[in-house]
């Protein structure tokens, strides 16, 4: 499945939630992440953040799709990272 994950977490928790994302995800923005992923890896990630957080302040929110190709994404203005692999 193809997710886009977004996080809202206190200042001292973003560090750890951001080294996390990165493990699983592409970093697009401050605090967003996209990528391909299967069932048993989503749910790793967010048995993994739910560790991190305090569930009374943050949040740890997932858009999901089958695919990439269901999505139409428009980049206005500079991209964090570009998602192209170079062999």
Known sequence: ????????????????????CRKY????????FEGEITEVKLQEL????????DEKKD?????????????EKEIIGCERQTLDNIL
């Open 1 to 20: 499945m193809y997710i886009i994950a977004v996080y809202d977490v206190g200042e001292k928790r973003v560090a750890k939630m951001l080294k996390l």
């Open 25 to 32: 995800l592409n970093w697009i923005q401050n605090s967003v």
């Open 46 to 53: 967010q048995y993994k953040a739910l560790e991190i957080m």
């Open 59 to 71: 949040s740890f929110i997932c858009f999901k799709s089958r695919q990439e190709k269901w999505l």
